[in-house]
């Protein structure tokens, strides 16, 4: 199983940015998915997830601007951001709790990152 993020890139503050995270391989579900982010000399940080019903949770810095939703058709997670500032210029990464494959579960499976930068 792989996960392919995508849509990072350079926004002005107060744009906006919509990453994707594709899971890919043998995958009969997925439980929850989420995105964190990790700014240089920081720790990682939990962003939003989503369960496999829909329920989302945020976490207090972006809540109100990030939008986090899936397609369980496409096992796909999506983050929108609005009114993005400079203080969220990080690498973002996707993140599975636990899936299951035909050969069994699966956990913690990780997205390469995709960098978003904002200029003020």
């Known amino acids: 199983v792989q996960l392919q993020a995508s849509g990072g890139g350079l926004v002005q503050a107060g744009g906006s940015l919509r990453l994707s995270c594709v899971a890919s391989?043998?995958?009969?579900?997925?439980?929850?998915m989420g995105w964190y982010r990790q700014a240089p000399g920081k720790q990682r940080e939990l962003l939003a997830t989503?369960?496999?019903?829909?329920?989302?949770n945020y976490a207090d810095s972006v809540k109100g601007r990030f939008t986090i939703s899936r397609d369980n058709a496409k096992n796909t997670v999506y983050l929108q951001m609005n009114s993005l500032k400079p203080e969220d210029t990080a690498v973002y990464y996707c993140?599975?709790?636990?899936?299951?494959?035909?050969?069994?579960?699966?956990?913690?499976?990780w997205g390469q990152g995709t960098q978003v930068t904002v200029s003020s």
């Open positions: 993140n599975v709790d636990r899936l299951s494959t035909p050969w069994g579960p699966e956990y913690n499976a």
């Open positions: 391989g043998s995958i009969v579900s997925i439980n929850n």
């Open positions: 989503v369960t496999n019903g829909g329920s989302t």
